[in-house]
């Protein structure tokens, strides 16, 4: 993989390719790169965002949906992208105090970060959740290419077989469901605050929702002229 050029637009744009490219591909090179080379990890951060920004484009109909301005659209793209960035360093944090505690290994949680980080390439194409009919299907089908890829990432880190690292990911994914359920965490409180602080709406309504809603209305209308 070639050199990494930071010091203009280009090469940033070209860093990233290189590297979404290799991850997609699960080429150890692409990994090799963005732990090794000047810029790698600020690379493959970037990349994560950009991914996050690519799976909320994906869900922008509930946006859409709540009649969101443009300014706080924008504003709300990058919040959850931003959510997204912080939800995997969280997970991470999980495998590496699993990794330790269950089986005694050590990595630094730094490039633990990076190459489960770049396991979140194929969220590049998150946008395409927008996509009727088979929008779902590609949703799962994204979720499960992450996952199968985090665990042969994990594997190659701590040098585990694929048994003990899918069970690193799986129990990392299972504390954290538990831990955002506790009352001391309030998880669903601070979405809410975060959704009302970029949206400026006081209540996320689903598409579904909303539409229900308008039948309701409509009906209520109907009976109001008939009456």
Known sequence: MQPFDLTTLTGWLTAINQLASGALRLEPAAFQAALT????????MVLLFLAGLSATVGQSVILFANRVSRRRF???LVTFAAMLVFSVIVWVASIWLLANLLFDQQRPFNTVLIIVALCYAPLLYGFLV??????NILAVIL???IFLATI?????VYEFNLWAAAACCIL?????????????????????????????????HSPDELAEQYARRAGQQDNDRTG
Do not use: D, H, K, N
Request: proline share 5%.
């Open 74 to 76: 924008a504003v709300s």
């Open 37 to 44: 080379q000047p810029g790698g990890q600020s690379v493959t």
């Open 130 to 135: 927008l996509l009727p009919y088979l929008g």
């Open 152 to 156: 042969a990432a994990v594997a190659a």
């Open 172 to 204: 990392g994914w299972l504390l954290l469901e538990l831990a955002s359920r506790l009352p001391l965490f309030r998880v669903a409180r601070i979405r809410q605050w975060l959704w009302r602080l970029s949206t400026g709406r006081a209540q996320l």
């Open 143 to 145: 979720r499960i290419w």
